[in-house]
């Protein structure tokens, strides 16, 4: 039988999936995959929001390899998504190198922190909105309104756990940072 925890775990997989199928898009149709793209990122990011839904709700409250490595994940899928980016020529490699270069010194120096982790997402999927939006707007525009619409669903979750968590481990690094040796 499938439990809840183990749905989610299964969802989280896909979504790692769904972030190896981006790379490939790129390699094989370039910039002519960009709506696919969108609709890939769609799923990734419903996934992303219903596996650690269905994962409280299990009865179920041990911790699972998977799920404890559900940043990763995300982090993987935004990997695969900036060699999307790379391969369909709508970034610059060198960029994309000295980028993830830089995240890897983060990484390296801090550890892998969730709020670092969101951060190093952020600039990789607003670019990809960007790019969206301007060339696909037919797709591109769907992920803007299915943003929203997750804003809007999950409300007050993201201005009352979402923004305070991650402005709470920018300061816990911002700490680090002023405690370091030098």
Avoid: N
Avoid at 111 to 136: C, E, T
């Amino acid at each position: 039988m499938l439990s809840a925890k183990r749905l989610a775990d299964l969802i989280t997989e896909v979504r790692l999936l769904l972030g190896g199928m981006l790379a490939w898009l790129g390699l094989a149709q370039g910039a002519a995959g960009l709506p696919l793209a969108v609709w890939l990122m769609i799923a990734d990011w419903t996934g992303d929001c219903l596996d650690g839904a269905v994962a409280r709700r299990s009865r179920v409250h041990d911790h699972t390899w998977v799920g404890d490595h559900d940043l990763e994940a995300d982090m993987l899928v935004s990997g695969g998504l900036l060699a999307y980016l790379v391969f369909a020529r709508f970034l610059d490699l060198h960029l994309a190198g000295a980028y993830l270069l830089i995240w890897a010194l983060v990484f390296w120096y801090w550890g892998l922190l969730r709020s670092l982790g969101m951060l190093f997402q952020a600039p990789i999927y607003a670019w990809f909105i960007w790019v969206a939006v301007r060339d696909a707007p037919g797709a591109g525009w769907w992920i803007v309104i299915w943003i929203a619409a997750a804003i809007v669903i999950t409300w007050p979750k993201f201005p009352k756990e979402v923004i305070p968590g991650f402005l709470a481990g920018m300061q816990r690094v911002w700490s680090r940072l002023h405690r370091a040796p030098r």
